[in-house]
């Protein structure tokens, strides 16, 4: 048996090298998902199917369309459902990212996003973000961006996996004109914008219509087993993508988007628990990262993720300290080295968890901050 050589541009991801062989007990605030139940309304829909169960339309079920629409401001048109918010972007990558090319992608960010561009045959090339919160820094991205020439596609995470910082409307105003005078697909990735503290991080199309915002049910609406996404955009971006999209998988489950009908349907209350959840969470957090270690943390601009500075002794190998976090304290983070070198010094720890789990998880972790 020989694998296509392609499979050789995906590395595993380190991430797994954590989670595979956590030692049972351990404490996961290694989790990139909400941890509640799924809420009720979704539930509901699941429950009253009727009675066929039938392929839709490939750019989605029409009423959930109009739906996300409605949601993010857009027209039913610059709207496509796809399988998750990464449904979306490969089928954008594929579709725009010519092989040979470049994408821009941020340092540290998302695992996905280097192995998708390598998957449409382009090189990934890292921005880094601002040193202090590691928000969007334009002038480091459009450094980058100058010096590739044959860049194809740029992507944006507002708040970011795994940093939690996000990015001022400025900042986006000229990292999308900049795309937008080289005809780049400027994608923002926004599945944690509404996964805030008390203000709504902006957004991309806060400042333009003419890059794609791709999101899901996920997060913010804590259903990441639905396996729901959409693309929002100018639809002649978002044509091409339908096709790939259509070929991979036909569609989204459609029992899938019924619930996700029914959650967009109650986004305010649905949201306004979930963001309840995250910040009696970052409470406990925050609390115990005070007791135990004597730090004060500001919340995130948004999403569930803390990200952690490391104490100076692990920064030459971080994965080998969260293996031993891991496997000693029984308490499962993810190095910041697994996103990118620029995550090097710091770990994440995600505050999904319960308070029980956090209050605990500090506590175990603590005498390897302090010693
Ligand atoms: C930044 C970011 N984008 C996209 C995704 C993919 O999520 P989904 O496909 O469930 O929408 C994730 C999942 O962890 C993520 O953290």
């Known amino acids: 048996m020989k694998t296509a050589t392609r499979l050789s541009l995906l590395k595993p991801s380190p991430i797994r090298a954590i989670t595979d062989g956590t030692p049972p007990g351990a404490i996961p605030l290694g989790l990139g998902e909400p941890t509640w139940d799924l809420p009720e309304p979704a539930r509901r ?11 839709v ?20 048109d610059e709207v496509l459902i796809t399988t998750g918010s990464q449904g979306a972007l490969f089928a954008l990558f594929q579709a725009w990212v010519e092989p040979g090319t470049k994408v821009l992608v941020p340092d540290p960010g998302f695992v996905a996003y280097p192995a998708l561009a390598r998957m449409a045959g382009a090189e990934p090339v890292p921005y880094a973000l601002s040193p202090d919160r590691f928000r969007l820094d334009a002038d480091a991205l459009l450094q980058v961006l100058a010096a590739t020439p044959d860049a194809s596609a740029v992507i944006l995470n507002l708040p970011s996996n795994p940093t939690g910082g996000g990015g001022d409307l400025e900042a986006l ?9 080289r005809g780049l697909l400027l994608i923002s990735d926004e599945v944690y914008r509404d996964l805030h503290f008390g203000v709504r991080p902006p957004g991309l199309r806060d400042v333009t219509d003419r890059g794609v915002v791709v999101s899901s049910v996920s997060k913010g609406w804590g259903a990441p087993g639905l396996r729901v996404g959409w693309a929002i955009g100018d639809p002649a971006w978002l044509t091409p993508a339908r096709v790939v999209h259509g070929y991979a998988v036909t569609g989204t489950a459609t029992p899938a988007q019924w619930a996700a009908l029914a959650l967009l349907e109650h986004s305010e209350a649905i949201l306004a628990e979930a963001r309840a959840a995250i910040c009696g969470r970052w409470e406990s957090l925050a609390e115990a990262l005070h007791e135990h270690l004597g730090q004060t943390v500001s919340p995130p601009d948004g999403t569930f993720y803390h990200f952690m500075p490391l104490p100076l002794s692990a920064h030459a190998d971080p994965l080998a300290f969260a293996l031993r976090l891991r496997d000693e304290a029984k308490v499962v983070v993810i190095p910041g080295l697994a996103f990118g070198e620029g995550g090097r010094r710091h770990a994440r720890l995600s505050f999904a968890a319960t308070p029980e789990q956090l209050r605990e998880g500090v506590t175990r972790l603590a005498p390897y901050w302090r010693g």
């Not at 829909?45 to 392929?55: E, Q, T, V």
């Not at 339309?57 to 027209?75: E, I, N, Q, S």
């Not at 105003?173 to 005078?181: K, L």
């Open 57 to 76: 339309p490939h750019a989605g079920l029409t009423d959930l369309r109009k739906a996300v629409a409605a949601f993010h401001g857009a027209t039913v």
């Open 173 to 181: 105003r000229r990292v999308a004109e900049a795309c937008v005078a």
């Open 45 to 55: 829909a699941l429950l009253r199917a009727p009675g066929p169960c039938g392929y």
